[in-house]
């Protein structure tokens, strides 16, 4: 069971960009989903998460109203809308899946996808 993580990309303060990831080998309505991010010299942090049924979401405040988590389970697929971007928002992202309900911290996640990179220029 993995996942795959793409839409990364160089982009301007204030674009948009969406961010999917797919869980292949597996059943993905049996798994929470999340997002984290880790930019340079930091910490990973926790960024999104959603339930096995994309009903219930989880922000962390620092991108709430600019994010959107979602997902779907017919397609194996969750993804991360991002507007009005900042530069503080540059850093790679991560994909992961979680066999606990919902999880705000790396620990709490099974799976994880290979990153993909985001950065937002001034």
């Known amino acids: 069971v993995q996942l795959q993580a793409s839409g990364g990309g160089l982009v301007q303060a204030g674009d948009s960009l969406r961010l999917s990831c797919t869980l292949s080998?597996?059943?993905?309505?049996?798994?929470?989903a999340g997002w984290f991010r880790q930019a340079p010299g930091k910490e990973r942090e926790f960024v999104a998460a959603?339930?096995?049924?994309?009903?219930?979401?989880y922000y962390a405040d620092s991108v709430k109203g600019r994010f959107a988590i979602s997902r779907d389970n017919d397609k194996n697929t969750q993804y991360l809308q991002m507007t009005s971007l900042k530069p503080e928002d540059t850093a790679v992202y991560y994909c992961?899946?979680?066999?606990?309900?919902?999880?705000?911290?790396?620990?709490?996640?099974?799976?994880w996808g290979q990153g993909t990179e985001v950065t937002v220029s001034s």
């Open positions: 992961a899946a979680s066999s606990h309900p919902y999880g705000l911290e790396p620990q709490q996640y099974d799976l």
């Open positions: 959603t339930i096995w049924s994309g009903t219930r979401k």
């Open positions: 080998g597996g059943t993905f309505s049996s798994y929470a």
